[in-house]
């Protein structure tokens, strides 16, 4: 269910940075985006999310922030892409 390296590097131009620049460097987006899909796909209880993403809370603010800016479409406009794929 995770993506692969290629997929991550045509997705991560579409990420944006940490919007003001403040506080800590955010960690690699690819740990949300994997973990987003795993928590909406299995529908597991947040306390169940793998250690290898980012925290449940971590996830949802960065689904809400990516849904509010669109950026969560832009993705899966691109993971939608045949190309992605070969």
């Given at each position: 269910?995770?993506?692969?390296?290629?997929?991550?590097?045509?997705?991560?131009?579409?990420?944006?940075?940490?919007?003001?620049?403040?506080?800590?460097?955010?960690?690699?987006?690819?740990?949300?985006?994997?973990?987003?899909?795993?928590?909406?796909?299995?529908?597991?209880?947040?306390?169940d999310l793998p250690h290898r993403y980012l925290s449940y809370q971590t996830c949802r603010r960065r689904f809400q922030e990516w849904v509010r800016e669109g950026v969560l479409r832009g993705i899966l406009e691109a993971l939608a892409s045949p190309c992605l794929w070969k």
């Open positions: 269910m995770e993506l692969t390296n290629k997929q991550g590097a045509i997705l991560a131009p579409l990420i944006p940075r940490r919007p003001n620049g403040k506080g800590r460097p955010r960690r690699d987006p690819r740990e949300a985006y994997n973990g987003i899909p795993w928590i909406l796909c299995t529908g597991a209880q947040r306390a």
